[in-house]
């Protein structure tokens, strides 16, 4: 038999990582419900629905009135349970949280975050949302990893972002929210050139990532810092100092702005490279849609 707390545990794995899991994505999604065409049988029209909210499933199609993830997974091993169960053990979905509200972030505190694990970027659902964020794998598994993290006695998973003092940015999608946190310490992320006269600066690694990936690089051509968070910039400014150009790739925000004229102030030669994505919020944002449009083209 098993242990109940170990059930409410499994309960709470993502249906949608579980169907991704499984190479079932899905067709529509309207509000906070996802469509998808059955996966028990061939359909023109979506009928399996997926709830987010309550993470619950409904298989219009059928008849039966659809349920957990439990049930999910015990429909697709022939009806054993037991066979589910060891699925979802073996499957390494990470538990996930059930969130009741509509935002579109979730950040946890990074003083209750603990490493666990850490290996290459290989699990289907972090390759995934790194391909939502128009993020090539290749380039990704030179920078990121893998990792399982514990918060406050649960185990889950995400892409981690090494900082120069070992700590950790974490990120990963789940049911549609981003799941942001970080380990201490936190702190910048330096990559350094040899004779680099111009120095980059970037808020963030998927901002980072996206350069590199608009100029077709694998590594910047100029020394470069990640960091991490604004409020680590006044910390920088003694290193920033130390170069002919400072390459500011900053959000187009209030915070953004405020973060570039403090290096003004700091007379420092800076150069506003947010001029590349003026129209969006920042650089990832615009790679989306540049990425997108080569697609269609």
Known sequence: MVNQNKLQALKQISIVAYLDARGISYHTKRGNTLLYSSPFRGDSTPSF?????????????????????IQLATKFNEGSFTKAITE???????????????????????????????KPLQHKALLNYLQSRSIEVSLARLYLKEVTYEVKGKRWFGIGFQNDLGGYEIRNRINEIDIKTSTKPKTIRTIEVSDSKSINVFEGFFDFLSALSYFQLSKPNHSTIILNTLSLLPKTI?????????????????????????CKEANLSVSDRSEIYTDFKDFNEFHQQNMKSVEIS
């Not at 629905?49 to 993830?69: M, T």
């Not at 969130?99 to 505190?109: D, H, L, M, W």
């Not at 920033?240 to 702005?257: H, I, M, P, T, W």
């Open 88 to 118: 979802l053990e073996n499957m390494n979905l990470g538990i996930t949280p059930v969130f009741s509200f509509a935002g579109q972030t979730e950040t946890i505190s990074e003083s209750v975050v603990e490493i666990i694990d850490e």
């Open 49 to 69: 629905y997926v709830y987010l909210n309550d993470n619950k499933y409904h298989d219009f199609g059928s008849g039966e009135s659809g349920g957990d993830i």
């Open 238 to 262: 003694p290193t920033l100092s130390a170069y002919k150009r400072v390459n500011c790739f900053f959000d187009n925000d209030e915070a953004g702005k405020k973060a570039f004229q403090k």
